[in-house]
């Protein structure tokens, strides 16, 4: 168990004990204890046996450390399974209800012992939250446009939490005898923005027979943030982790591995298509096999080239599932040639500690080598950006200097000079032309005043790309996934403006932006407007970030061509200067 997995059981702890109505001091200790383990930067896991040195982190006292350790050696914390026996697992949930505190679920439970979502939706809307203690018909409005809202997004996980959890979870489930293959499917696989639930599919001689295939859910269920069963069946167990993610886990014999890979990898639009072109060749399709329709023979199931084979279909790569065109391209063969990771030669959006990054120019570029690039470019942030400590035109000047001379420096990679500039509420940008002259990239951001209105902002953008200067536009429509939308404005017409100039368009790979978003980046490219896919790198640790973006590239079908950081070093210097 990790230091992020025991703070989450102690927060968890805190709120449980509020909502019960424990004193106030009892609370804090649980939450301090997870603030201090969260910062630690050892492993408690490694100081369980030492209690001594336990007890030397502030914040640590003794019952704390009995806390700890019993759950080291139980899997548990005593009062917070009391707790969530007492109250059930899904109070949790309510708590991440924008404006729903331990106190009001207190209010909730005392009154109606009612302690998961569609409980309170359901009183909600009965008028039965209005004649609470201090709560009142406006109150309960609000809290039910919360509970629309966090159904509409809060739901749904970012990819990068996505995959982390299922990385975890292939790994474990891999450690069970009997087990031979792992796959996550659904829109993992296919690396939409956004994920719903996990759907892990395996396979292996644990599925096969009785008595290992029990060895192997025990085995399952012993997952470290494994909440609650929702389901277990014959083949298929459902469970909820303690982050409030669903994960399907199906249970499969291996003549069928590929067929129900394909079947739960989706989308369902391109299932819906593929079974009707089975159909159509005198097949049916399922989960699985593909069968002949007359004999119900299998003609095909172990695995999904078979299958698709047998369609007379090119492989479908997970990406374009999405019954968006890829079916006729597979059929006439002309299914893209997808961007690869390995196309990638630089990353050329990155801060440094000039601004509000955490890592120097050396620090960054040795990381971007590590990673294999080329080159990178050093981009921080422009005046505008105040709490970001952006650069005047003077600190800016001095900081080109900095990184020409990290770049005498440094072997086996090229460093370029560059910024990102704010784009001004008017459309200038944020710093003097004879400073941006003299960058190798300029990437131009919008980080302020978002709530134009449409007309406005599309001016504030066109006048940005036209600028001599800009190289790219960063973060194009400035959504943050699951929390910010974007802002409005007419991407069409800012397209066609880049075509002309000769302006990238940014494809930021951060998993809380990807932004330019998959349908967005094939529109860009029906413009004929390349781009350039970057980190944003604050840290040298976000440099491996950069595969999220390739993904979403290859959702929207780009190849090497589309991507100008496919470029070796001099041509991609010529690109920046709309030299494409
Ligand atoms: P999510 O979980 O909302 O991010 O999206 P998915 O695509 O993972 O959807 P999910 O988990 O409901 O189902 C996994 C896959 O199973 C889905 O991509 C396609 C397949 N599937 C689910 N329901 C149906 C259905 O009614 N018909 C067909 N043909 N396929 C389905
Ligand atoms: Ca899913
Ligand atoms: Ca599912
Ligand atoms: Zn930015």
Redesign the pocket.
């Known amino acids: 168990m990790d230091n992020k997995a025991i703070a989450g059981i102690l927060y968890e702890t805190a709120d449980l004990l509020e909502i019960d109505g424990q004193d106030s001091f009892r609370v804090r200790s649980y939450r301090n204890a997870a603030q201090a383990i969260e910062a630690l930067p050892q492993q408690v896991a490694n100081l369980i046996e030492e209690p001594k040195k336990l007890l030397e982190i502030p914040g640590i006292g003794k019952g704390m450390v009995a806390n700890l350790q019993h759950l080291f050696k139980e899997g548990t914390v005593e009062v917070h399974a009391e707790l969530l026996k007492k109250y059930r697992p899904s109070m949790l949930e309510l708590l991440k209800i924008q404006g729903l505190g331990p106190k009001t679920i207190a209010l909730i439970w005392s009154a109606y012992q009612v302690s998961d979502l569609d409980g309170v939706e359901k009183l909600a809307r009965e008028g039965k939250i209005r004649t609470l203690p201090r709560m009142g018909e406006k109150h309960e409005q609000k809290l039910l446009k919360a509970i629309e809202d966090y159904r509409r997004i809060g739901g749904?996980f970012l990819l990068d939490v996505a995959e982390e959890l299922a990385g975890k979870l292939v790994e474990h489930l891999l450690a069970a005898p009997g087990v031979e293959k792992v796959t996550p499917?659904?829109?993992?696989r296919?690396g939409?923005e956004?994920?719903?639930?996990?759907?892990i599919l395996v396979t292996g001689k644990a599925c096969a027979q009785a008595e290992a295939r029990q060895e192997m859910v025990e085995h399952l269920l012993r997952f470290p943030g494994l909440m609650e069963v929702i389901a277990q069946g014959e083949n298929k167990i459902s469970f909820r982790q303690r982050n409030g993610m669903q994960v399907?886990v199906r249970l499969l014999p291996p003549e069928s591995f590929g067929a129900a890979m394909q079947?739960?990898?989706?989308?369902?639009a391109?299932?819906?298509a593929l079974?009707q072109r089975a159909l159509k060749m005198g097949y049916t399709l399922s989960?699985y096999s593909l069968a002949d329709l007359e004999t119900e023979r299998p003609v095909a199931g172990k695995s999904e080239e078979e299958i698709y084979s047998k369609l007379k279909l090119d492989l479908i790569p997970p990406e374009l599932r999405e019954n968006l065109g890829e079916i006729e391209a597979a059929a006439n063969h002309e299914l893209p040639e997808l961007l690869v990771l390995a196309d990638i030669r630089g990353d050329v959006h990155m801060h440094t500690v000039e601004t509000d990054g955490r890592n120097t120019i050396e620090e960054m570029a040795e990381a971007a080598r590590d990673r294999g690039y080329q080159y990178m470019a050093i981009t921080d942030h422009s005046k505008n950006l105040a709490f970001a400590n952006g650069l005047t035109d003077e600190r800016a000047l001095a900081h080109i200097e900095r990184i020409r001379a990290a770049e005498k420096k440094m072997k086996g990679i090229r460093i370029f000079a560059g910024i990102e500039v704010d784009i001004l509420t008017d459309g200038a940008l944020d710093l003097s032309d004879s400073v941006l002259e003299q960058m190798d990239i300029v990437i131009a951001s919008v980080h302020s005043q978002f709530n134009q209105d449409r007309d406005t902002m599309t001016e504030r953008l066109l006048k940005a790309v036209a600028n001599p200067n800009t190289s790219v536009i960063g973060h194009p429509t400035g959504r943050l996934l699951l929390r910010r939308d974007a802002y409005p404005f007419d991407l069409d017409k800012v397209l066609v403006a880049a075509a002309k100039h000769k302006v990238a368009m940014e494809l930021n790979a951060y998993p809380d932006r990807l932004d330019l978003c998959d349908v967005h980046l094939r529109m860009a490219k029906q413009h004929g407007v390349k781009i350039v896919i970057n980190t944003d790198s604050h840290h040298t640790s976000h440099m491996e970030k950069l595969h999220y973006g390739v993904t979403q590239a290859r959702r929207a079908w780009l190849t090497k061509d589309d991507v100008l950081n496919t470029l070796p070093p001099q041509r991609f210097a010529k690109a920046m200067k709309h030299g494409w």
Request: net charge positive; charged share 35%.
């Open positions: 749904r499917a659904g829109s993992l296919r939409r956004t994920v719903g639930d996990l759907d399907d079947y739960f990898t989706g989308s369902k391109h299932n819906i079974r989960e």
